[in-house]
């Protein structure tokens, strides 16, 4: 896989992990539906999950590259921030734009 093909390939898993724990109502996405609406608190625990998934992925494609660069704090603070943006759509659709009723 091209450099280019690995890096769109973890934006998008980004895009897609981050707006997951919005979107549905299962635990953990495969687990088991939740009775009431799930807590705010469960879906940022899950964001949290999502973000080191991908962080995993995107190490195992680095890796597989070449050589891992290391890293410091700034750069896991900056792709949490960048995380927490993707983030922003579901959490729009769910608790600004969802009309219950």
């Known amino acids: 896989m091209s450099s280019s093909a690995s890096i769109w390939l973890v934006i998008v898993a980004a895009l897609v992990a981050?707006?997951?724990?919005?979107?549905n109502q299962r635990w953990l996405v495969l687990g088991p539906r939740a009775a009431l609406a799930k807590p705010l608190a469960a879906r940022l625990g899950e964001l949290v999950l999502c973000y080191f998934l991908v962080g995993g992925l995107a190490?195992?494609?680095e890796k597989r590259a070449g050589q891992v660069a290391p890293?410091?704090?700034?750069?896991?603070?900056v792709t949490a921030a960048l995380f927490a943006t993707l983030a922003f759509p579901g959490f729009v659709y769910r608790y600004l734009l969802r009309r219950r009723g």
């Open 18 to 23: 981050a707006n997951l724990p919005f979107c």
């Open 59 to 61: 190490l195992l494609l």
């Open 71 to 77: 890293q410091g704090w700034e750069f896991y603070a």
